[in-house]
């Protein structure tokens, strides 16, 4: 299930935040822009095949072990299945009286209990499918449990990072590098006591969540407290984030020289993902490129153009990191919390969406709508109709954008804070 999949006023309706018109007492208005991520599966992370492939390589299991993990994961994702299709059904039945009626209570009212009875069901499913797999381990084996309960919290907790540098996980990050035995042997020692690190600060980010109060979807909520919540919960994210800015500089200097840049451009794509992943005008360029019909002229005219801008997009993105690692430590930025029947949810305090983030947006922006431009001329109307099809807005108006694991809605809501 993903956020695409519903309305996003299912998705804003369902917010703690109260929807209030000026009152007679002056009470103020506050805008509070909203992005809300499933975080995957509807805001459930499912055991993937591929995960349990590194789990069995985590705990040394025998080839005939493997086989019967295999089989006790295609059992546990039959299940997670079937436990999707009940809660897509349930999701269907409330679009069907949203569309009737055009009443938006239906999902603040019916989202919620569909969506915790989905929760506790695939939690005991995943419960129950580590149980099985640890009963299948020797005594040796056992000893290394600890590290595939590590694992999983990097696979979970990682996820809900809303924070530039928060969601990295440099252990995946190193495993990218495909590094030779040799030069694996020094990090072996510096990676071990990252992944202890990072699992302290992330078991205290989940003591936060756990012990923070829930939020009850369609109840209005004090700004005040949403504010102190919201900080909380930011802290623990910003531990997080410093533990892997202080590890990736030391395994940084640790690697082979030939791997510094490579290690230290897939940080930064890790740390900045919306600003450093492929844009979808460079995803054109390289789909022109590899048309079979291109004159000579216009596959000379492409490879500048490609060229151009990547050299021009460079310090656009730059300056748009920047901005956002600023932005992130002013007041207003809000932070992340977890909603019922709504996965997680960034809040930020600003009136409006202006400032050294949004023009550098803007500046991108502008740059990715030129290019498009000048593509579009060289190629002709059946090789444009050729290419990936740029992104559409999503209903009512607001447009859907990809977030870290899973999709995002992004909304605006109001709430009454008293002066």
């Not at 809300?36 to 993937?48: E, L, N, P, Q």
């Not at 590194?54 to 994961?73: I, N, R, V």
């Not at 040796?140 to 595939?148: F, I, K, L, M, Y």
Request: charged share 35%; glycine share 6%.
């Amino acid at each position: 299930m993903s956020l695409r999949a519903l309305p996003v006023v299912a998705l804003l309706s369902a917010l703690p935040l109260a929807h209030a018109q000026q009152d007679k007492r002056g009470a103020e208005q506050q805008v509070v822009r909203v992005m809300a991520t499933s975080g995957g599966d509807f805001g459930v992370s499912r055991i993937s095949r591929a995960n349990v492939d590194k789990y069995g390589d985590l705990l040394a299991l025998t080839p005939d072990q493997k086989q019967m993990a295999g089989s006790l994961h295609e059992g546990y994702d039959a299940a997670v299945t079937a436990a999707s299709k009940d809660f897509q059904s349930a999701m269907d039945d409330m679009r069907k009286s949203f569309q009737d009626t055009q009443d938006e209570t239906v999902w603040s009212e019916r989202m919620p209990k569909a969506r915790k009875d989905y929760r506790d069901k695939t939690k005991g499913l995943e419960k129950g499918f580590f149980d099985d797999l640890r009963a299948l381990l020797t005594g040796d084996q056992e000893s290394r449990w600890p590290t595939v309960e590590r694992q999983r919290r990097r696979e979970t907790v990682l996820r809900t990072g809303m924070t530039s540098g928060e969601s990295i996980d440099l252990i995946n990050v190193v495993d990218g590098l495909k590094l030779a035995a040799e030069a694996r042997t020094p990090l072996a020692e510096p990676l071990n006591e990252y992944e202890q690190d990072l699992d302290r600060a992330l078991q205290a980010k989940q003591r936060a969540q756990e012990q923070a109060r829930p939020f009850e979807p369609g109840k209005p909520m004090d700004a005040a407290e949403m504010r102190e919540q919201l900080d909380k919960a930011r802290e623990a994210g910003q531990k997080v984030k410093e533990v892997n800015q202080r590890h990736a500089r030391r395994l940084e200097g640790l690697l082979p020289e030939d791997k510094r840049a490579d290690f230290a451009r897939a940080v930064r794509e890790a740390t900045f993902p919306r600003v450093y992943k492929p844009s979808a005008v460079a995803r054109k360029i390289d789909s022109a490129l590899s048309l079979s019909d291109l004159a000579p002229e216009q596959r000379e005219r492409l490879r500048d153009l490609q060229s151009g801008y990547r050299r021009d997009l460079s310090p656009l993105n730059d300056r748009w990191a920047s901005a956002i690692e600023e932005d992130e430590r002013s007041p207003d930025r809000g932070g992340a919390m977890a909603v019922p029947g709504m996965g997680n949810v960034q809040v930020s305090f600003a009136r409006d969406d202006s400032g050294p983030t949004a023009d550098a947006r803007k500046a991108r922006r502008e740059l990715d709508d030129r290019i498009r431009s000048k593509l579009d001329s060289i190629l002709t109307k059946e090789q444009r109709e050729r290419l990936p099809k740029d992104q559409q807005p999503g209903e009512g108006g607001h447009m859907m954008v990809p977030g870290d694991g899973g999709e995002a809605a992004v909304g605006t809501v109001i709430i009454k804070q008293d002066r």
